[in-house]
């Protein structure tokens, strides 16, 4: 069907626009062309009169004096009767005295001295300018030419036209003119016309194609050729329309695509519907529960539509997906309570069952409205089909980690329990001593009581490093370390204790390495720790050293003994808190427990600073662990 809309008001504003624009070029062009065309008659006019001018200076010769002043004004009286076109001629002596002129009499005249075109042709030949004249009151153009030479002018002949004239003989070609632009105003308009209406009917069926699609009409479709912009706003009306048909196959889409989520998923799903029917069940549920997987991209597998008692074998699992209503064996009646039963929710921590260990999963389960499913009865009568959402999150490392702390408490009040006791044993033992005559008994637990508060201050200096090092490493901010002076600074504070077990101290720094960007509390607090340990298990004549080697970006730290060593079975758990080798790696005799957190707060003061720690040891020949810090 060919559409034929109304004029609007788009095509009104385009066709003035366009009648506008063009009377604007037309009226301009018409008055540029006057203004020259008047240019051009009056310079011809005045070349017209010079010519004139010049004709009467050869005629004249050397009678242009004051002794013929009679016979010059005769003349020119004559040949302005002669003039057809209204031409005013004038004689001048070199003086400025007039003595002849077409029009007025000369004994009334003033001088001429002073006049423009005088004075010009007395001075270059001929001279002209345009003036009102007071003489013959109008406005002339006048052309003077000058008789004889220039050193000595006899006086110049003077022609002058009316300005008013000269307008009248350019009236004719002004009226054809304005009749020409009249003309082509008339096809202007008409022009203006026929684009607007070019322009503005393509629009209009734009417009009136895309009401119809508005109104739900998808048989409506533009149909314009090439490649302009009208074009391409129909295409781009058409691919409009193509998408608004494809709605529904979009919504489909949308729908596989929550399929494809719930398949890859790392959380199981299970829906129940309000008669306890599995109605979706993606496979990380299956997964999670041992039960066959259906076919790729399917999220109900085999189990669709069956009741959850037969396909969930877990008691907890069944219970979360029952409704309500079913586990009570009662519907709820009031508004109220259907409203309770539509918001709660359940939380559980379930243990399924596995080959190596058992799956810890965090059930959460709750009440869901689905769509009304022909033939599926709702859960009670007046209610919409209420279902049950179950998601299954696996928390098997969590549980991990909250086991790890819990061993974590349990043995630093052990360990925390066990100076404590001694401490308070000893304490109430010099108590209820004589200390005049059991003094040196007295010294010992008192001896006693300072070697376990010790150990008992230790252990707790440790466990608050360890805690800032694990709730904040970011709070060490790295900084330019003077590596030179840093080991200078470690060599004084261990010299003591070295020389005490007779020790040699060995150093071994890079010469190119001057500084380094790293926390030098947490460098400190490694090497510390390790020095320590160092020191404490290497027998009296052994060796305890530091070094410092640059590889790649990177900058190593040795910290490296020749004392007892780590039996290979147990240098994998010198990491943990609280474990310690057992005493007879204590070398030289030592019997000074450690707190069993240095390895570990090394361990953990290394990954603050994004380094590794790798430990080598031979028993008895020593160990060496290596830092490996990036730089940059």
Request: some cysteine; proline content about 4%; aromatic content about 4%.
């Amino acid at each position: 069907m060919r559409l034929r809309p109304k004029p609007g008001r788009f095509f009104w504003k385009l066709f003035s626009g366009n009648v506008l624009l063009l009377a604007l070029v037309l009226a301009v062009s018409v008055w540029l062309l006057l203004r020259e065309f008047g240019r051009f008659h009056r310079l011809e006019l005045r070349d017209h009169l010079r010519t004139q001018a010049s004709t009467l200076c050869t005629i004249l010769g050397d009678r242009l004096d004051a002794q013929n002043a009679a016979e010059l004004d005769d003349l020119a009286k004559r040949l302005g009767t002669r003039a057809t076109e209204g031409t005013r001629v004038t004689f001048v002596l070199a003086d400025g005295t007039v003595v002849g002129d077409s029009e007025a009499d000369v004994a009334k005249m003033e001088s001429h001295a002073d006049r423009v075109e005088i004075r010009e042709a007395l001075r270059n030949g001929w001279g002209y300018s345009t003036r009102w004249s007071h003489t013959v009151s109008r406005e002339l153009l006048y052309v003077a030419v000058r008789v004889g030479p220039s050193d000595a002018p006899r006086g110049t002949v003077r022609v002058s036209m009316a300005v008013r004239r000269i307008g009248e003989r350019t009236n004719s070609m002004r009226h054809l003119v304005w009749m020409i632009a009249g003309v082509v105003l008339l096809a202007a308009v008409a022009l203006a016309l026929g684009l607007a209406r070019i322009w503005s009917l393509p629009l209009r069926r734009i417009t009136v194609i895309a009401r119809r699609l508005a109104r739900g009409d998808m048989s409506a479709r533009a149909r314009f050729g090439g490649s302009d912009e009208l074009a391409v706003l129909a295409q781009s009306l058409n691919q409009m329309r193509d998408h608004l048909g494809h709605q529904l196959s979009t919504i489909e889409g949308q729908r596989e695509t929550l399929a494809v989520m719930l398949l890859q998923l790392q959380e199981g799903v299970i829906v129940s519907d309000g008669r306890g029917r599995i109605v979706m069940l993606n496979p990380q549920a299956a997964r999670f529960l041992r039960l066959p997987e259906g076919p790729q991209g399917d999220v109900a597998g085999p189990f669709e539509g069956k009741p959850v008692e037969e396909c969930v074998r877990n008691h907890d699992v069944q219970q979360m997906l029952l409704p309500r209503a079913a586990r009570r064996g009662a519907v709820p009646a009031t508004a109220q309570e259907r409203d309770s039963v539509a918001h709660a929710v359940e939380e559980a921590r379930i243990e399924l069952p596995r080959e190596n260990a058992p799956l810890s999963v965090l059930a959460r389960s709750t009440n869901i409205v689905l769509p009304p499913i022909a033939g599926s009865p709702a859960s009670f009568p007046g209610s919409e089909n209420v279902g049950r959402l179950l998601v299954l999150t696996d928390i098997s490392d969590l549980t991990k980690t909250i086991q790890m702390k819990t061993d974590f408490v349990a043995n630093a009040s052990h360990e925390l329990r066990t100076p404590l006791s001694a401490i308070r044993a000893s304490v109430e033992t010099v108590m209820a001593m004589d200390l005049e005559s059991e003094g040196g008994e007295a010294k010992r637990f008192i001896e006693m009581i300072d070697r376990h508060s010790g150990r008992l201050d230790a252990m707790v200096a440790d466990l608050l490093n360890l805690s800032r090092l694990e709730s904040a490493p970011e709070s060490y901010e790295p900084g330019p370390l003077d590596v030179a002076a840093w080991v200078t600074r470690l060599s004084e504070q261990w010299a003591e204790p070295i020389a005490a077990r007779n020790l040699t101290w060995n150093v071994g720094v890079d010469e190119q390495i001057r500084s380094i960007q790293i926390s030098e509390q947490l460098l400190t607090l490694v090497v510390n720790n390790l020095l320590e340990n160092a020191i404490k298990f290497t027998p009296s004549g052994g060796h305890v050293g530091i070094a410092i080697r640059r590889e790649g970006s990177s900058v190593v730290v040795f910290v490296t003994d020749t004392g007892c060593g780590i039996p290979a079975e147990e240098q994998e758990r010198v990491f943990e808190r609280f474990y310690q080798v057992e005493r007879s790696r204590g070398g030289g005799g030592s019997e000074v427990r450690g707190t069993g957190l240095g390895l570990s707060i090394a361990r953990h003061a290394v990954a603050a600073m994004n380094g590794e720690m790798q430990l080598t040891s031979e028993l008895g020949r020593g160990t060496t662990i290596r830092i490996h810090l990036p730089q940059g």
